[in-house]
Every structure is written in structure tokens, then in C-alpha cells.
């Protein structure tokens, strides 16, 4: 019988693939403050002059409307319709000015051209772009989730979009989020199974995951023990 002396790279192959992930809970924080708007209470049909829980919505009655055939939830949306430049405007909900973000899930109607989508914010007098789409709408199942950080201070948002005749964007599960202070959530390390490979000067062996939400007073990683 053939004594083999054991193969250290082959050793620490094997202990990296029985490593197991190992992840410390931490209890769970509220989530962050805001208003959120589904459409539901709002009656369906062309969008003049509307207020719930986010605001007052207006439009000219042909360029938007609250559409009961398709939602991301619930029974329906906000749909700014197909068109050269439709508009539709957000006045904030006073106590609500202070939001740092804007978040919804957005459908485009067609893949047919032209698309542009932008969001503009009214802050301290004075308009400007702070979301461009035009390309990443994507279409059908309200697949896209847009996030936009808005300026101190945003009194009203104005959404824009040009699309063919009959088309349009579709809005649902809109909601304006208030600054909170950093938390973590959940931190943990994932050690990864990948080949070791000779001559390299580093290779990696795990990540470091950290789960946080809000943006005030960011945390910072000093020290890993």
C-alpha cells in the first residue's frame, strides 16, 4: 500500500466547502416612517384635481388617469397616458415635505417608440430633472422598481412621460419615505466556494454582509473580530 502524504491545498478546499454561512440576527427596526399610496381610494377615470394620503394630484384630464385594469396591487393604478409630454403633478402632503425618497413600481405600456419618462421636484422655488427612465422602464408586470432621492425640501413632483397614441406608463404602490438614522438589520459572513488558485497573491474566501436601512447618521465598519 502507497503512503500519500496529505495535500494541504486540498485540505483547505475541502474545509472552505463545509463552512456554512453564518449569520447574526439583530432585532428588527420599524420600518422607515412615510405615506404610501396604491390608488385604491380614488375613483377610476380621467385625472383633474385629487387629493389621498400622499397629496394633491392634478392633471388636465387627458393626460392621466386612475386606471382599474391593471395594478402591481390592489384593484389599480395611476396611468399617465400615451402622448407627446403628458403630465401629471404631485403636491407633497404638508408634514411630508421633508421626504428623501421616492419609491413606486412602474410598467411602460409598449415596447414601441418614442419612450421618455422623467420626474421633476419643485424644491425652494425652483424646478429640476431628478429621475430619467427613458431606459429603464421596462415593459409589462410592473417589473421596475424606481427609487429616486429627492432635494430638501420637495414641495411637488411633476411626472412627464412622452409615449405612442393608446399606450402610456403605468404607477402603482407609490411612497414617499422620511430620513431615518442608519440601522443594521443583519450582518453575517458567507464563505465562499470557489477554487484556491496557486500563484495568486490573494484569494478571496468569504464576504462580509451587512443589512441596513436609513441614511442619517451613517455607520461606519472599524473593526472585524
Known amino acids: 500500500m502507497t503512503n500519500r502524504k496529505p495535500n494541504p491545498l486540498a485540505s483547505l478546499v475541502t474545509l472552505l466547502t463545509l463552512c456554512c454561512t453564518a449569520v447574526f440576527a439583530l432585532p428588527s427596526a420599524p420600518a422607515p416612517p ?60 404638508r408634514g411630508y415635505r421633508d421626504a428623501h425618497q421616492l419609491r413606486f413600481w412602474a410598467e411602460r405600456w409598449t415596447r414601441r417608440t418614442p419612450f421618455e419618462f422623467r420626474i421633476h421636484a419643485l424644491a425652494e422655488g425652483t424646478w ?9 422602464i421596462k415593459i409589462g408586470g410592473f417589473l421596475t422598481k424606481v427609487q429616486v432621492d429627492l432635494p ?47 500563484g495568486q497573491p490573494a484569494n478571496p474566501l468569504a464576504q462580509i ?4 436601512s436609513g441614511s442619517l447618521e451613517p455607520l461606519t465598519v472599524k473593526e472585524l473580530t
Open 152 to 198: 430638501e425640501k420637495t414641495e411637488k413632483l411633476r411626472f412627464i412621460c412622452t409615449s405612442p397614441e393608446k399606450s402610456g406608463i403605468m404607477i402603482d404602490d407609490l411612497k414617499l419615505s422620511q430620513p431615518t438614522p442608519m440601522a443594521v438589520h443583519e450582518a453575517g459572513v458567507h464563505w465562499l466556494q470557489t477554487p484556491v488558485l496557486l
Open 128 to 136: 429640476q430633472q431628478v429621475y430619467n427612465g427613458d431606459k429603464r
Open 209 to 212: 454582509r451587512i443589512t441596513t
Open 34 to 93: 412615510g405615506r404610501t399610496t396604491g390608488f385604491e381610494e380614488l375613483k377610476a377615470g380621467p385625472l383633474t384635481t385629487i387629493t389621498d394620503r400622499v397629496g394633491r394630484w392634478t392633471s388636465n384630464g387627458k393626460d392621466a388617469e386612475i386606471h382599474n385594469a391593471h395594478r402591481h396591487s390592489g384593484r389599480q393604478c395611476l396611468r399617465i397616458n400615451g402622448g407627446k409630454a403628458r403630465t401629471c403633478e404631485l403636491e407633497i402632503a
